[in-house]
Every structure is written in C-alpha cells, then in structure tokens.
C-alpha cells in the first residue's frame, strides 16, 4: 500500500510539474502583451527585415501583372521605392506597434 501511495504521490507531482512549466511558459511568452509587442517592435524595425519586406512584396506584386519582363520590373522598382517610402515614414512604426498589439489580443 505504501509503495501504491508514493506512485501516485509521483504520478501527481509529475503531472503538477509539467503544467506548471506550462503555464509559466505561456504567462511569460505568449500573455505579455507589452513583451509581444516589444519584440515585434524590434523585429518591424529591423533594416533587413524592411528590405526583405520590400523587395518580396515588389516582386510578387509584378509577378502578377501580366504585361511583360520589361513593364513588370519597372512595376516592381516603382513599387519598390513606394514601400520603402511608407515603410520609412514614422507614422509606420505606430501603425505597426498598434497591429501587433491589436493581433495579441
């Protein structure tokens, strides 16, 4: 009988554990709204991450318009230089902080 109490004794403990490990990840991960944002912040300001945006969305945007190589890459260049130039306005980093919180919750 003593060894059937300290099993489920065991059982029980394990189990506590492993959600309480659980619960402690997620409070800190992912129900930290300002530590969400702060890090998607970071990421959204991230030079690379604004060129690798930018150059993607232009050559997606000019794959779609079926009028030709030559038109198409002058379509990705002038949508390139229009979305670095909204990227780099500072109304962008506001609006993307207000996103990110918004997609948190």
């Known amino acids: 009988m003593k ?18 490990i659980a619960s ?3 409070t800190t991960h ?12 970071a990421i959204g300001s991230d030079d690379q991450v604004r060129r690798t945006v930018v150059n993607v969305a232009s050559a997606q945007f000019a794959a ?7 038109i198409s890459t002058q379509v990705a260049s002038v949508t390139s230089k229009a979305l670095t130039k909204v990227i780099n306005a500072p109304e962008f980093d506001s ?3 207000d996103s990110m919180r918004r ?3």
């Open 103 to 105: 997609t948190h919750q």
């Open 3 to 20: 060894t059937l109490v300290r099993i489920v004794a065991y059982l029980v403990f394990a189990v506590g554990l492993a959600v309480s």
């Open 95 to 97: 609006a993307w902080n």
């Open 24 to 26: 402690t990840w997620t």
């Open 64 to 70: 779609k318009i079926p009028l030709g190589p030559a």
């Open 30 to 41: 992912l129900a930290d709204e300002a530590g969400f944002v702060e890090n998607a912040a």
